[in-house]
């Protein structure tokens, strides 16, 4: 600096003058030893750190390389320059100082989180980070640290202790818990939503009250995002998982079986007793032919036994085409290939009503992704509703306008008659 200084005076510049021309060159020559640093560090160092990272066979590095960790590392670079350089302006070293402290917290901040990034990343290429999300932890992390780093810059600037600022963000504790409320309880409810395998990413949940229908894309600190069947994104809150109820899909899909639970509504007015022509025509049916064979031998035990008037058909048993059908339907759904034959399987008579007899089929399919079950359940009540009228059955349903109108020209054929 001396040496700066007297040349400056020797060519016949002032002091004053000197002394400000000198700082000002100095100021120059750092600013740009502080560029071309970064510049070296930049394209040469990082470089051949990037060209060695992707030559080798580990991977968790090139996460570190993506969330440019070593790049925010090489902005230290020009805060070492000029700290080192700091003593040569004695008059504002200490300022010099404390402003290089703040950028390097600032500058820490930001490697550090981008560090948490790259540790998410790394740990979401695992299996396990399905069922065990770190991500609402790291948030949690960070919160810390831009905290703390706050609380250090907010020091360095005023020049107090940061156990000054501690003790009065103590006193303000009541404020940061209404603050930081939905975080605190995003956490908790992390905690346990994590403990108690609750909810994974790529599980399916149904929870109405916030119009959730979907399969969960992430699960971050204050939300769990679900995108629905219809695209669309549904941010429900950590912490209503824990408060309300809601219903999760994995146990099905683990399961390998897929429900279904309809039933067809027969019209009561079609039920009988099986005619001879009907029981010889159903012994034609394949998946009926033993049914009706045993069965018409266990009624003529029956009757034989007990020497029953088999002339009126009020006595004894006999087979009704409504029987035969719920027979039929079962030993279809027992040989449907696409039906889980290791779990329930049962066609059952719910309680008549106005609409008739409900026949209900409860079964489960092998395949669990949405659209095959449709197809498949959409298949055998196609085959179910077709096949009705050859037992002699009508389905209910309500009279259309159609109806009504045959009914007319009917009555109006009668009448002309």
Not at 16 to 34: D, E, G, M, R
Not at 204 to 231: H, R
Not at 312 to 338: E, K
Not at 380 to 406: M, T, W
Request: charged share 20%; hydrophobic share 45%.
């Amino acid at each position: 600096m001396d040496f700066f200084k007297a040349m400056f005076e020797d060519i016949g510049v002032g002091n004053k003058t000197a002394v400000y021309l000198t700082n000002l060159l100095l100021i120059v020559a750092i600013a740009a030893l502080c560029i071309v640093a970064n510049f070296v560090t930049k394209k040469v160092v990082l470089k051949i750190l990037t060209k060695a990272i992707h030559n080798n066979r580990f991977q968790w590095d090139n996460i570190f390389l993506e969330r440019k960790v070593f790049h925010k590392l090489s902005h230290f670079v020009p805060a070492v320059i000029i700290y080192n350089f700091s003593s040569v302006f004695p008059a504002y070293q200490q300022v010099i100082i404390k402003c290089v402290g703040i950028y390097v917290i600032i500058v820490a901040i930001l490697v550090i989180n981008a560090f948490l990034n790259a540790v998410n990343d790394i740990y979401r290429t695992y299996e396990v980070s399905k069922s065990r999300p770190i991500r609402g932890y790291i948030q949690v992390v960070k919160i810390f640290v831009y905290i703390i780093g706050g609380i250090l810059v907010i020091s360095g600037m005023i020049g107090k202790s940061p156990l000054l600022l501690l003790s009065g963000i103590g006193a303000l504790s009541a404020v940061i818990m209404l603050v930081f409320k939905d975080s605190l309880l995003g956490l908790v409810a992390g905690i346990q939503l994590a403990s108690n395998d609750m909810v994974r990413v790529g599980d399916w949940i149904e929870m109405p009250k916030y119009g959730a229908d979907g399969d969960i894309i992430d699960i971050s600190l204050n939300t769990v995002k679900v995108q629905n069947w219809d695209k669309t994104i549904v941010m429900i809150p950590s912490y209503a998982l824990i408060s309300d109820s809601f219903k999760n899909w994995r146990g099905m899909q683990n399961a390998g079986g897929r429900r279904i639970k309809r039933s067809l509504f027969i019209d009561t007015s079609s039920i009988t007793f099986c005619t001879e022509e009907m029981i010889n025509r159903f012994k034609g049916i394949h998946l009926l032919t033993n049914y009706i064979s045993s069965k018409q031998q266990e009624i003529a035990a029956y009757h034989a036994d007990r020497q029953i008037d088999t002339s009126n058909r009020v006595n004894g048993r006999a087979l009704t085409n409504i029987g035969v059908f719920r027979m039929y339907i079962q030993n279809y759904l027992q040989n449907h290939p696409q039906i889980h034959q290791e779990m329930t399987l049962i066609v059952r008579q719910l309680e008549p009503g106005e609409t008739g007899l409900p026949l209900e089929v409860y079964a489960f399919t092998n395949d669990t992704r949405w659209a095959v079950y449709e197809g498949i359940q959409s298949d055998i009540f196609d085959h179910i509703l077709a096949i009705a009228p050859e037992f002699g059955l009508r389905v209910f349903q309500n009279p259309s306008g159609n109806d009504i109108k045959q009914g007319l020209s009917e009555k109006q054929e009668q009448y002309s008659m």
